[in-house]
């Protein structure tokens, strides 16, 4: 069960990596980039995927925060002052479906962790602004 976790998890970084290298290619200037988080489960073990978020510095980002879940769940990213509820029947002022959009400006340098802030033992992740 643990093996299946790492390898789906190793496939989302790997996914993200290229993914970031291949956006943007030939433009200048500063990119918005848009990523969407799906919070599910994978044998018993509840994540957000994907796992890992590259941006530059100044970027503008925009998570797309998608709860398949039967329960209700959050997306807290300290680094950012965010602290987002994904509801999975619409919630208040949400569509159904669960969908929320948070965005912030990546900070220099930062490496944040982002987590649950109603079940803190699920796996979260990383986003990873370069120098």
């Not at 496939?11 to 290298?21: E, T």
């Not at 956006?23 to 200048?28: A, C, D, K, L, P």
């Not at 018993?44 to 503008?60: C, D, M």
């Not at 039967?70 to 002052?81: C, I, P, Q």
């Amino acid at each position: 069960m643990l093996r299946m976790v790492r390898t789906t998890i190793v496939g989302v970084v790997l996914s993200s990596v290229i993914l970031f290298c291949t956006q943007g290619v030939g433009q200048t200037g500063p990119l918005s980039r848009e990523f969407t988080l799906v919070n599910t489960e994978v044998n018993g073990v509840v994540i957000w995927l994907p796992s890992v978020i590259v941006v530059h510095p100044g970027e503008r980002v925009v998570l797309h925060l998608f709860n398949r879940l039967s329960a209700v769940h959050g997306l807290n990213l300290e680094d950012y002052d965010i602290h987002a509820v994904a509801y999975t029947d619409g919630g208040p002022n949400l569509p159904a479906g669960g969908i929320r959009q948070v965005e912030f400006i990546a900070k220099k340098g930062l490496v944040s962790r982002y987590y649950c802030q109603f079940h803190q033992a699920h796996i979260g992740g990383q986003i990873v602004v370069l120098p």
